[in-house]
């Protein structure tokens, strides 16, 4: 059987982990807000604190069903033009073309492989994040992505102080000078790429299956890409 990305019309969309069950925590969080509502209405008096636990328990419940509809249908989008990633903040979009390798992202400790629950993108330049990813994103994803960081710390795999956000104008390869929250972003691409040998970073629970498979599922895409290009 042939992998998908060798069918030149196949598009993959990918909902994420982190969105599933939204509706059916939403509803039963209604639910059971309803009902405890209606038990205070005869029971308050004998029953006060236990209530008070049970709204405050359907309202998290409401709380965290919403926050999982908010996000997107479709965390990821693969086909045989790009790969789009889609986050309540923004989206970054990179052609094929523009991605070096996709890998998992793991660490040896001693004798010990480490998984770390995110697949890495290497890019052949780092500029052409500049206009492929929404300013709103790439500056969430900085603070998303302090887990990288924390770990590299934690292991020795930078400095603290390379850790720190760094908010110095980045230069590209042009001589464009880029400020702001895209160059803090740029400057922390290059540190996570220096230890994880990775610039862009999807994190597990954005998949629907192991970091592995997808893995395998991206580069099969990638592969198809390159092979288009050999015989142009």
Known sequence: MKSPA??????????AIA??????ITLMGFIA?????????????????????MLLTSGVAIFIGLLKLAEPQHSLIL??????????????QLSWHQIHNVHSVT??????????NYVGLKLPCIDVL?????????????????P??????????ITFEQGIINFEPFRLKNGEVIKGPLAAFLHHCEILHQTYGAHIFIAANNLNSPVNNFVVLANDYLNNAKEKVGYL
Do not use: C
């Not at 060798?6 to 909902?15: A, F, H, N, S, V």
């Not at 990288?148 to 795999?157: D, E, G, R, T, V």
């Open 33 to 53: 807000l309803l009902l405890v509502t209606l038990l205070s209405s005869y029971f308050w008096q004998q029953a006060r604190f236990p209530l008070m636990f």
């Open 148 to 157: 990288l960081i924390q770990y590299a710390i934690k292991h020795n795999l």
């Open 130 to 146: 500049v206009n492929n990813i929404s300013l709103r994103l790439a500056n969430r994803l900085i603070h998303e992505q302090k």
């Open 107 to 116: 660490n040896t400790v001693g004798v010990t492989r480490e998984e770390l």
């Open 79 to 92: 086909n045989t033009e790009d790969i789009s990633f889609y986050h309540r903040h923004g989206k970054w």
């Open 6 to 15: 060798l069918r030149p019309e196949k598009t993959i969309k990918i909902k």
């Open 19 to 24: 969105r599933h069950h939204g509706m059916f």
